[in-house]
């Protein structure tokens, strides 16, 4: 997992690096809006490409990501073809490949267009904020909601972010521990699933355990130091941007 | 006043098994004190009662006079550990973040967790790492990481659980001089380990845990020859004397 740049936080310090997590987290919403009701071409190409120039603001290794998403491409490709073929229309003049329909093609490009502004928007938003300033914008979010634990809710959601790259590490060592016991030769899938969940959710209660007792002994508390919030004008000037963004595809 | 005592302390786990018992051990302020044994003798769950993480099934833990249940975040404080795997310690996404952990909980305010971290971080030598995941870190560093997590809330006492295990050469020297440093600069030291040829020469006083019962105490010059019977490896070979067991040169 250390090898891995997408959807992780990858430390620069650029504007967007600095910024204010909370208005980061606005950003977010507003972009992931903006996806939902964008119907226009323009409606896409203008988030996308204030996306595009957010990742190079950000200083993050696009090449790299880009790679990384080979497999979210071939989702989007899968999302475009399934559109094309499924949804009755008008069929395409001169086209080589019967069955697919102007309005298939064109809502399949749609929900791809919204898969991407959703996942370029998750991109710069985890490559340029550490966990515990997304966890406390999430926190101080959930402030003034009665009834919810807010400092519960922001650790439950940084261990899970924690222990998902251990859980990950720690399945693909019992693959190969298991593989070179020749597990392959065991015919029955529910048998080799049974060999690997087990163990594995064996493994990650006790590790839970561990990180309980370790929280614990560092005197784990859910009245702990608030975080100090600073708002600049670029800040400002960011969430400024994704609102027009916003109301222009609205609009 | 030993700065630490535990005085007939008995853990029993709720399937019956006794993990310790009867544990008298008194902790001088300053002391470095090895904890030896075999595997399953009990010295993580003495290590656990030491900072009131685990509660005793009979006995108490006492720190500085005063029994440890009366102020269990102030025995946290006071006692560090240092977990055997540094990776269950670790809670923060980059090393600064995991260090401000523990300052956090103590809710100190953000100038004062930001120098305790850049404080931290300095005595153990990582504030080049202080922006880095802490999963990308060496082995050493891990454990280093760790000491630091501890250091921050400023302990008088630091008990560290096996902290040699899966280290290399250098990882072990690294994380052998963190400590005797931490010893010198006025920190009373618990290190539990049965690789006593790695550390035993820097120790003041040696303790022998043998089935859940606290066996032998005393200088490590006399305890150490009896150290076979209860299943640790002797580690000095023909004429050679416990000035020799260490990995440092």
């Known amino acids: ?251 | 006043m030993p700065i630490l005592e535990t005085r007939d302390l008995t853990h029993v786990f709720p399937d019956g098994t006794v993990a310790i018992e009867d544990i008298d051990l008194k902790v001088n302020e300053g002391e470095f004190l090895v904890i030896a044994g075999p595997n399953g003798s009990g010295k993580t769950v003495l290590a656990r009662h030491l900072n009131g993480l685990l509660k005793p099934t009979r006995g108490q833990v006492f720190l500085n006079g005063e029994p440890i249940s009366k102020n269990i975040i102030e025995a946290r404080k006071n006692v560090g550990l240092v977990f055997q795997d540094p990776e269950s310690q670790i809670v923060g996404q980059t090393v600064a973040e995991d260090v401000a952990f523990g300052p956090e909980n103590l809710n100190l305010p953000v100038a004062q967790v930001e120098m305790v971290v850049k404080e931290s971080l300095a005595a153990v030598g990582l504030s080049q790492l202080a922006t880095r995941s802490p999963h990308a870190l060496s082995g050493g560093e891990k454990r280093k990481l760790a000491i630091a997590g501890i250091l921050a809330m400023k302990p008088k006492i630091i008990i560290f659980d096996e902290p040699f295990t899966g280290l290399d050469y250098p990882g072990v020297v690294q994380v052998l001089k963190e400590i005797l440093r931490l010893h010198k600069t006025g920190h009373t030291i618990l290190l539990i380990t049965h690789e006593l040829e790695k550390v035993l020469a820097h120790a003041d006083r040696l303790v022998i845990m043998h089935k859940g019962r606290l066996v032998a105490d005393g200088k490590p010059e006399s305890v150490i020859y009896r150290v076979e019977e209860y299943g640790v490896r002797m580690p000095l070979r023909d004429g050679e004397k416990v000035e020799a067991l260490t990995w440092l040169k």
């Open chain 1, 1 to 251: 997992m250390a090898e891995m740049t997408l959807f992780h936080y990858i430390h620069k310090n650029t504007v967007l690096h600095r910024m204010d997590g909370r208005l980061k987290l606005a950003c977010l919403l507003l972009f992931s809006l903006a996806a939902g009701f964008a119907s226009e071409f323009h409606d896409y190409l203008v988030p996308l490409s204030v996306l595009f120039c957010a990742i190079l603001l950000a200083k993050l290794p696009f090449t790299t990501l880009l790679r990384e998403m080979r497999f979210f491409g071939l989702i989007i490709l899968i999302v475009i073809v399934v559109n094309s073929f499924t949804i009755p229309g008008d069929p395409i003049a001169n086209s080589p490949l019967a069955g697919i329909s102007q309005q298939g093609v064109s809502t399949g490009l749609r929900f791809a267009g919204r898969l991407l502004i959703v996942l370029l928007v998750s991109m710069v938003i985890t490559g340029t904020t550490p966990l515990m300033k997304f966890r406390d914008a999430v926190e101080w979010y959930l402030r003034p909601v009665p009834f919810v634990p807010e400092a519960r809710v922001a650790t439950m959601i940084n261990l899970t972010f924690l222990l998902i790259p251990v859980i990950l590490d720690s399945f693909r060592e019992m693959m190969d521990a298991q593989n070179s016991r020749c597990v392959q030769l065991r015919k029955n899938p529910v048998k080799r699933i049974k060999f690997l969940v087990f163990p594995l959710i064996d493994q990650t209660l006790r590790r839970a355990d561990e990180i309980a007792y370790a929280m614990e002994a560092r005197c784990y508390s859910e009245i702990r130091t608030r975080t100090a919030f600073k708002c600049g004008k670029i800040d400002w000037l960011m969430l400024a941007i994704s609102l027009a963004v916003f109301f222009f595809v609205l609009l």
